[in-house]
């Protein structure tokens, strides 16, 4: 089993930067990436990007790509969203998720992945 606890959302207006971030605990393996995902109201649930533990290489959708970034620290087994320039249509509950032994080409699959945090709001607003 593998818990991930989300904090850091909240209201910011446009232009402005937020970092979320996703603190996991349980099931060990470096075999694994951390996926960043949010949807809105109405809306199927977006990825945003990715990141494999292991190598620390990291996927975007284009919708964030110059925008969004997404590290970790292995120490903490924490993985950070840092968003920047942000726009009204961002606001979304913002989810990680943590899936193991997945390939590249299906980081952006949700349904790829195990386990997912509570998630948290972000809402983009003057």
């Known amino acids: 089993q593998v818990q991930l606890v989300e904090s850091g959302g909240g209201l910011v207006q446009p232009g402005g930067s937020l970092r979320i971030s996703c603190a996991a605990s349980?099931?060990?393996?470096?075999?694994?990436?951390m996926g960043w995902f949010r949807q809105a109201p109405g809306v199927d649930r977006e990825f945003i990007g990715a990141?494999?533990?292991?190598?620390?290489?990291?996927y975007y959708a284009n919708s964030v790509k110059g925008r969004f970034t997404i590290s970790r620290d292995k120490a903490k087994n924490t993985v950070y969203l840092q968003m920047n320039s942000l726009k009204p249509e961002d606001t979304a509950v913002y989810y990680c998720?943590?899936?193991?032994?997945?390939?590249?080409?299906?980081?952006?699959?949700?349904?790829?992945?195990?386990?997912w945090g509570q998630g948290t709001q972000v809402t983009v607003s003057s």
């Open positions: 998720a943590a899936g193991f032994g997945l390939i590249v080409s299906s980081l952006s699959s949700s349904s790829q992945y195990n386990y």
């Open positions: 349980g099931r060990s393996s470096n075999n694994f990436a």
């Open positions: 990141i494999r533990w292991s190598a620390g290489d990291t």
